[in-house]
């Protein structure tokens, strides 16, 4: 079994920072791209930031300049910092990441629970 577990979030004041965590668990053989998407009430998904092993990162519109994404794979964890957050930031936020489990041929995708990070103004 494999598990995403996210942590990090909670309530912080506009202009604030916080760092999100994710650690991938379990049988895992592998562990390729890793990434953090938000989601609001009525919305998609929307790709926060992504980072492939031993490669640059990708970040959407929003977290540019603000955000940064790093990955620890010795741990197999991802983080997200993000700075001089805005109300508008305030989202549940999710890690994604593309695993081969042990024996398995093929990677596929994982998702964590969520982590809500809201922004008071």
């Known amino acids: 079994q494999v598990q995403l577990v996210e942590s990090g979030g909670g309530v912080v004041p506009a202009g604030g920072s916080l760092t999100l965590s994710c650690i991938a668990s379990g049988t895992i053989q592998s562990v390729s791209l890793m990434s953090w998407y938000r989601q609001v009430p009525g919305k998609q998904h929307a790709l926060v930031a992504r980072?492939?092993?031993?490669?640059?990162?990708n970040y959407g519109d929003f977290g540019k300049g603000r955000f940064i994404i790093s990955r620890d794979d010795a741990k197999r964890t991802v983080y997200l910092r993000m700075n001089n957050l805005e109300p508008d930031d305030t989202a549940e936020y999710y890690c994604?990441?593309?695993?081969?489990?042990?024996?398995?041929?093929?990677?596929?995708?994982?998702w964590g629970q969520g982590t809500q990070v809201t922004v008071s103004s």
């Open positions: 994604n990441a593309w695993i081969r489990r042990k024996g398995g041929l093929k990677s596929r995708e994982y």
């Open positions: 980072i492939p092993p031993g490669g640059d990162p």
